[in-house]
């Protein structure tokens, strides 16, 4: 990565207490010592943890995302949900959509339409997720789905909007296995391709089982933005070292 700012987007997914809060102390004291170089942590912790990182975050560089939103704007009978207005009002900036651990439920490219269509209307920022599953890569159909998932999933968005793009092979989530920067480099180039004729302003992220082992490999990819990083972003120590490498 070149001169660029760095995106570093911690997905907690369904982990994290009240302790958490004391942990990421030493994440912000490293941006605060390092405050020369450009690079954007968002930790993106459960709901039940969203208000206090936001809250303890927010006089630092750091910023917070939610992990998921309902599609709904209005307020409503949905129990157990919460909406972009509400993520917005806690001083939240990010949501990220389309994570496959979603879409294993049952989250389709429209309905994630409908998501970002509400979390753009509240103004957050939409991380993305896409990315393709083993089987649809064995079968050859990689770009056939990233089209899909991009064509659907970004439809009646402003062109001006800001997106963020998180390239994450469903078979590299938490597998500890990354693709070789020969395939990610092809799948990046063509994801870019497809996203740069629906929006102008994006970015775009790896995910998968980034670690500080194989950080310095990924990060020979110039058409990175920065990366989602889930399992080894709960560890202050681990997401410091990755972030440290990149600048390397
Ligand atoms: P992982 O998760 O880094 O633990 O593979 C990434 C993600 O699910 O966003």
């Given at each position: 990565?070149?001169?660029?700012?760095?995106?570093?987007?911690?997905?907690?997914?369904?982990?994290?207490?009240?302790?958490?809060?004391?942990s990421i102390q030493k994440v912000i004291k490293f941006s605060r010592l390092n405050s020369t170089k450009k690079f954007?942590?968002?930790?993106?912790?459960?709901?039940?943890?969203?208000?206090?990182?936001s809250r303890v975050v927010k006089k630092t560089s750091l910023e917070t995302g939610a992990q998921n939103i309902h599609a709904n704007f209005d307020f409503g009978a949905n129990t157990g949900f919460v909406n972009s207005k509400m993520i917005k009002n806690l001083g939240v900036k990010y949501v990220i959509l389309g994570h496959s651990e979603n879409r294993a439920l049952g989250e389709d490219n429209k309905h994630i339409n409908n998501k970002i269509l509400s979390a753009i209307k509240s103004k957050l920022t939409v991380i993305?997720?896409?990315?393709?599953?083993?089987?649809?890569?064995?079968?050859?159909?990689?770009?056939?789905?990233?089209?899909?998932?991009i064509e659907v999933c970004l439809?009646?968005?402003?062109?001006?909007k800001r997106v963020i793009i998180a390239y994450e092979p469903v078979w590299s989530i938490g597998t500890g296995i990354i693709p070789t920067n020969i395939e990610l480099k092809k799948n990046l180039q063509f994801i870019k391709s497809i996203v740069s004729k629906k929006i102008k302003n994006y970015k775009i992220l790896y995910g998968g089982s980034v670690n500080p082992n194989n950080i310095k490999k990924l990060n020979e990819i110039d058409l990175l933005d920065g990366f989602l990083i889930g399992g080894a972003s709960q560890s202050s120590k681990k997401l410091i070292d990755i972030i440290t490498k990149t600048f390397k």
């Open positions: 990565m070149t001169n660029k700012i760095r995106y570093f987007i911690a997905n907690w997914k369904m982990y994290g207490d009240l302790s958490s809060l004391k954007r942590i968002i930790y993106c912790p459960p709901y039940t943890l969203l208000g206090d990182f993305l997720c896409i990315g393709e599953t083993i089987t649809q890569k064995k079968n050859k159909k990689t770009k056939t789905i990233l089209k899909k998932q439809k009646g968005i402003n062109k001006k």
